[in-house]
């Protein structure tokens, strides 16, 4: 099981997520022991349309540019580390929890 965990860097913070491509709907489901974040999307993992949808999904939830998002590792993978940028991690904590399902 992977330990991470969220944290400040210099200009954003740190996210960790376990996608599940093809749901039933886009939504924050959960947030695991580990600290990792359940997310949930309708895209197919066809050609990072996953990851897009992923990208969408978080930057609508966070109240953020989509560009201030990336996936810093685990691109092809259902877990991800993504960078946020512009927003420490207590902030962005408290936002996922405010969109939890």
Request: proline content about 4%.
């Amino acid at each position: 099981m992977r330990k991470y965990k969220l944290h400040d860097g210099k200009v954003g913070s740190a996210l960790a997520v376990r996608l599940t491509p093809k749901a039933s709907r886009d939504a924050v489901v959960g947030i695991l022991e580990d600290g990792t974040v359940k997310v949930h999307v309708t895209a197919p993992p066809n050609e990072g349309q996953d990851n897009a949808a992923l990208i969408a999904l978080l930057a609508e939830v966070l109240d953020v540019p989509t560009g201030n998002l990336a996936i810093v590792a685990g691109e092809e993978g259902r877990d991800k580390l993504m960078s946020v940028l512009g927003m420490d991690a207590v902030t962005l904590t408290q936002c996922l929890r405010d969109h939890l399902d």
